[in-house]
């Protein structure tokens, strides 16, 4: 069974840096897509970041482009998303996710699995 577990989130100001893990269980990753989704009070799930395990492909949303950076370290089996110059409205439920067929492109459908998600909160 896999599990995904993500942990990091908290309250940050705006124009600093928080980074958020995903400690990912159960499965060997090393043919998966894994992906950050975030979602804010009354607002759907939207996509963030992803990346094949194997680290040759990234694909970020424009809104994060240059500011947050997607990694994963493979000796712990860990995903990072590192966060720089937050902004109020990064404020949101981070979620990681863990596709098996499909690419950085995939939608949220495109997912198998799913974390419980990290609040992270920048504040002004």
């Known amino acids: 069974q896999v599990q995904l577990v993500e942990s990091g989130g908290g309250l940050v100001q705006a124009g600093g840096s928080l980074r958020v893990s995903c400690a990912a269980s159960g499965r060997t990753f090393s043919t998966y897509v894994m992906g950050w989704f975030r979602q804010a009070p009354g607002k759907e799930r939207e996509f963030v970041a992803a990346m094949h395990w194997s680290g040759d492909t990234t694909h970020y949303a424009d809104s994060v482009k240059g500011r947050f950076t997607i990694s994963r370290d493979n000796s712990k089996n860990t995903m990072y998303l590192q966060m720089n110059s937050l902004k109020l409205e990064n404020t949101a439920v981070y979620y990681c996710?863990?596709?098996?067929?499909?690419?950085?492109?995939?939608?949220?459908?495109?997912?198998?699995?799913w974390g419980q998600g990290t609040q992270v909160t920048t504040s002004s």
């Open positions: 996710a863990a596709s098996r067929y499909g690419s950085p492109w995939s939608p949220a459908t495109g997912y198998d699995y």
